[in-house]
């Protein structure tokens, strides 16, 4: 953002130095800003912080604490190989030549991650488009009678094929999904041409897909057995739909590996970006702000801040405890939730992804009547009105009494993606083991289920049904 202060903090003589440089270099990594959360968290008690961080950091890395048979994915940028992503792309290449449409059937993270990538580096409108890459559909990520039955209204006039995302098979919504539209597939092209157009990622070696892919002759992959739903989108789950819908997945690992260096044990815990935003959300979160909004002030991220939202809201919202995540599109939620967010309870901070550099120029014209009083912006970009408004909204919100992280990426592109989808889930983990609790769990989701079995009168829960008929 032109003439803004670029910011780099050290620690010197036990001292937080802030130092700006009004001409901002280009950068080629995320960026993390917080001089907009100093006048509200003194520096001191971001320093005392700094034993509580390498306590938390070497619990993460050294596999030590509670979930520690989910860390697979702390390392997977550097494990996972050119080969087996060229090997995944062949594949993708198949179902690509034969499908208008790639249907993901999957929930949570199985839908989410690969929701997020494809919805950031896509054409804002390629469902206009006649060629290029399948278009990226979803199921089994609701249970809507009217969405399913569109959905195959659509599928009945175009070529299409199936990623089924699931470890067990057998988890409702996606199950209940993949049942029906598998049936409508080989209705459509038999049985034998169903089976090319299908790939299951599952566990690797049971369960009532992995059964099914055998018996039917899907190809498959493995979803790893340490990494986690949420966790999982640098895994076959989002790289394969990904890679069929024309996603760059070797740049995407790539910004993933250089953020894990950044993230690296050793780094100082100043100069170490995920470190830091874990540190500083748990700051506030003690200081009584109990909500985080992540902000996008570029309209491809809304599914990106759903992915982030699932990543924290259920690593973190454990034992009454952990900020609430919720997240606002600007500017266009300046005019909905703006107002709350500038005088409501002062209980919330605001993390806002900046994307420093777009892809397309778009100029204000000169009008001759000027009617709507714009010509002071005749020659403009777009997006500098865009930028001002992210900086006027920060200064505003700031003087109301929110605090403000800024997280900067260079631009919108696989590669920055990728070093933004590492940042979160590292600062994640650091930053749940901070928080006291297991960030890799999530017993609270099993409450739901188990009441929507027993009003199903599914069998095995009939002593369940029994009890919450009582209740009705």
């Not at 993270?109 to 929701?115: I, R, T």
Request: net charge negative; with cysteine.
């Amino acid at each position: 953002m032109s003439g803004t202060p670029c910011l780099a903090y050290r620690v010197h003589n036990k001292s937080l130095i802030l130092r700006s440089n009004i001409q901002i270099e280009k950068m080629d990594h995320l960026s993390l800003d917080i001089r907009r959360v100093l006048p509200f968290i003194p520096e001191r008690d971001l320093l005392k912080m700094e034993t509580e961080f390498k306590i938390a950091q070497k619990t993460l890395y050294d596999g030590t604490g509670a979930g520690n048979d989910f860390l697979g994915w702390l390392h997977l940028p550097s494990e996972i190989t050119d080969e087996q992503l060229t090997e995944i792309e062949r594949d993708a290449d198949e179902l690509r030549k034969k499908s208008e449409i790639l249907v993901v059937v999957g929930i949570g993270g199985s839908y989410l991650g690969a929701k997020a990538v494809n919805d950031a580096l896509t054409h804002n409108f390629s469902n206009l488009f006649k060629s290029g890459p399948p278009l990226m559909l979803f199921a089994g990520h609701n249970i809507g009678e009217d969405y399913m039955h569109e959905l195959l209204d659509i599928l009945d006039t175009h070529s299409y094929s199936i990623v089924v995302i699931s470890k067990s098979g057998t988890t409702t919504e996606p199950a209940l999904a993949f049942r029906i539209l598998k049936d409508h597939l080989v209705g459509k092209v038999g049985l034998q041409e169903a089976a090319e157009r299908i790939i299951a990622i599952t566990d690797s070696s049971k369960g009532a897909l992995r059964q099914l892919a055998f018996e039917e002759g899907y190809r498959t992959y493995a979803i790893p057995d340490n990494v986690g739903g949420r966790y999982s989108v640098l895994t076959p789950v989002g790289l394969v739909p990904l890679a069929v819908c024309g996603i760059d997945i070797h740049q995407l690992v790539k910004g993933a590996r250089v953020m894990a260096r950044m993230c690296s044990p050793g780094i100082d815990m100043m100069k170490n970006p995920a470190a830091l935003y874990a540190v500083i959300r748990n700051a506030l979160y003690r200081s009584g702000k109990k909500i985080e909004i992540l902000v996008n002030y570029h309209n491809k991220l809304h599914f990106f801040s759903e992915w982030w939202k699932q990543l924290y809201g259920e690593s973190e919202g454990k034992e009454g405890r952990g900020l609430f995540p919720a997240a606002v599109d600007n500017s266009t939620d300046l005019h909905s939730m703006g107002q709350y967010i500038q005088e409501g309870e002062r209980i919330l901070f605001e993390t806002v992804i900046s994307v420093d550099r777009q892809q397309h120029d778009v100029t204000i014209p000169h009008d001759r009547k000027n009617l709507d009083r714009l010509n002071y912006l005749a020659g403009k970009h777009m997006d500098h009105v865009n930028k001002m408004a992210e900086l006027g909204t920060a200064i505003a919100h700031i003087d109301g009494g929110v605090p403000n992280i800024r997280i900067g990426i260079p631009e919108l592109n696989a590669h920055f993606l990728g070093q933004l989808i590492y940042f979160f889930e590292n600062a994640c983990g650091i930053s749940g083991y901070l928080l006291g609790i297991n960030p890799f769990d999530q017993p609270g989701v099993e409450a739901y289920k188990k009441n929507m079995f027993a009003l199903l009168e599914k069998p095995g829960f009939e002593e369940d049904t029994k009890r919450i008929k009582k209740k009705l």
